[in-house]
């Protein structure tokens, strides 16, 4: 069935370091690819999304490329701050309307 | 537009009462769902809508049950509550536009211990 894998956290990086959380995915079709962010004790917020190969989201600073040939959809930001300390979730979305979410990955960022 | 709205926000039961989660959204959207969030799990799919008198199972759907008069609203009814069922609980809708492309917006969240 469809599913979505997430590297395990927890990470904690210094401010101002590279991160990258992988995530890969398995579905049938041409499903869209989500990034959604958990700040504490609040909902889900979708961060980034794309729609199809090789397009690239980005926001805040966040990029991520879909990939068909790896079946990827890897979140990459190229500084940190302390305010991106937060649970991101990588999801798909079928083509018959399912939203499937990966385990989550806790991001602990220091100063 | 107030969004995705849930009530209650806590909720403690003891095993085998039933209560009914509530969601509404005022975006008009046609999808809806909802979710279970747990350590180490991830969120998963309970019950999903396309749209008014639609419904479908998620990855976990046993113990819950749902229904959709309205677009506006949709409910989560737990029969009869089990331990198990401790979670944290989000309602999202999202516009059921072309190419599935349709980002999710979440409510607050209902968090449930059953005792």
């Known amino acids: 069935g469809d599913s979505v894998t997430q590297m395990e956290g927890p990470v904690t990086l210094s401010e101002e370091a590279f991160l990258t959380i992988n995530c890969t995915y398995t579905a049938t079709g041409y499903p869209s690819l989500f990034w959604y962010v958990q700040y504490p004790g609040e909902g889900l917020q979708l961060l980034l999304k794309?729609?199809?190969?090789?397009d690239k989201g980005s926001n805040k600073g966040f990029e991520a490329t879909y990939r068909k040939e790896t079946t990827s959809f890897h979140l990459e930001k190229g500084s940190v701050q302390v305010s991106d300390s937060a649970v991101y979730f990588c999801a798909l979305k079928t083509s018959y309307d399912k939203v499937i979410f990966g385990p989550g990955t806790s991001l602990s960022v220091i100063p | 537009n107030a969004g995705v709205t849930q009530t209650p926000k806590f909720q403690v039961l003891k095993t085998g009462q039933s209560m009914t989660l509530q969601c509404a959204q005022d975006m008009n959207h046609e999808y809806m769902s909802w979710y279970r969030q747990d350590p180490g799990m991830g969120l998963r799919l309970i019950h999903y809508?396309?749209?008014?008198?639609?419904?479908d199972q998620g990855e976990v759907p046993n113990g819950y049950n749902v229904s959709r008069s309205t677009t506006e609203d949709f409910p989560l009814r737990l029969l009869s509550a089990a331990p198990s069922q401790t979670s944290v609980y989000f309602c999202a809708s999202s516009y059921a536009g072309l190419a599935g492309a349709d980002t999710q917006y979440f409510g607050p969240g209902t968090r449930l211990t059953v005792l």
């Open positions: 794309a729609t199809k190969a090789d």
């Open positions: 809508s396309v749209g008014a008198g639609i419904t």
